[in-house]
């Protein structure tokens, strides 16, 4: 599989779902293993706090800060995590509904 990366650097990447549930479907993810968030640590709260600042200088170049966007994170089965690497989802382009599921 080729990946074309949006952004790229020592602690995380970024790139297109391949799933799409919206016009802009991004996953911003760890370089570093982290199954899910119950396995967080504080020693990971540094890359954390650099996927949710990443995901927010994706959506202003993208154009979506004014508009609006979602950020999420699924943990485990019932919390819909499919892919047990935590990763963020970024999602714009349309109108986001409440409840989500």
Excluded at 63 to 75: A, F, M, P, S
């Amino acid at each position: 599989m080729n990946v074309d990366f949006i952004h790229k650097d020592d602690q995380i990447v970024a790139f297109k779902d391949i799933n799409p549930q919206a016009p802009t479907h991004l996953l911003i993810v760890p370089r570093k293993h982290i199954a899910t968030l119950n396995d967080l640590t504080p020693k990971e709260d540094e890359i954390i706090g650099a996927m949710i600042r990443r995901a927010s200088l994706i959506a202003k170049e993208l154009g979506h800060n004014k508009k609006g966007y979602r950020t999420l994170l699924n943990c485990n089965n019932d919390g819909g995590q499919t892919v047990f690497h935590i990763h963020l989802h970024l999602l714009a382009g349309r109108p986001m509904n409440w409840p989500p599921g």
